[in-house]
Structure formats: structure tokens, C-alpha cells
């Protein structure tokens, strides 16, 4: 999964998805936390592992650990996974706007 951190947010919300220059599609994710000493990416993972049903132990942040776009791989049944992440995104517009 894709991910562009939002970091030193107001609230911890999935704020849609967004399209970078070359289209690819990204989950843009707004957290609280400052983008420091990995506080961030702990609040991240939280998030995903409270949205998607899952322990924080099957969410995995395998690129971008320094940067606000991220790769994240989220262990447990696919098909599950993809219906949790369908539910959430329900009612999200794509935004694909490049920043």
C-alpha cells in the first residue's frame, strides 16, 4: 500500500486519495504527530492497524520510513484486508491533485 503522510495535523483522518505528477495513486493520511524521532510513523501505523481490524505487528512500513510517501505492508487475508480498506475509503473523492 502507498501512502502520503500529512503529519502535524489537526485529526487523524484518511483524506482520500492522491495523484502524484506520474499518476500513481496514493492514500493520503493526515496524523497529529510531528515528524519526529518517529513518532509520525508510529501514529501511522496505528491507524492503519485500528482502521483495517489488524495488530499493529502485521503493519510494516518497508519504504519511505523518512519521507512522507511510504510503502506499508500489511500482513493477513487479502480479500479481508481489501474489504476493510473498500469500507474506509466509502464517501473519499479522489483528489488528484499534485502536489
Do not use: H
Not at 502535524?8 to 496514493?26: H, K
Not at 483495517?52 to 487475508?77: A, P
Request: charged share 30%; net charge positive.
Amino acid at each position: 500500500m502507498r501512502v502520503r503522510l500529512m503529519p502535524n495535523s489537526s485529526s487523524c483522518r484518511l483524506n482520500g486519495i492522491f495523484r502524484d505528477t506520474q499518476g500513481v495513486a496514493f492514500l493520503k493520511i493526515c496524523i497529529t504527530a510531528i515528524p519526529e524521532k518517529g513518532k509520525a510513523n508510529k501514529e501511522l501505523i496505528g491507524l492503519l492497524a485500528k482502521e483495517l481490524k489488524v495488530s499493529k505487528s502485521q503493519c510494516d512500513i518497508i519504504g519511505g520510513e523518512l519521507d512522507r510517501y511510504k510503502k506499508i505492508k500489511i500482513t493477513g487475508d487479502t480479500t479481508l484486508l481489501k474489504e476493510r480498506l473498500e469500507i474506509w475509503l466509502k464517501g473519499q473523492k479522489d483528489d488528484s491533485t499534485n502536489y
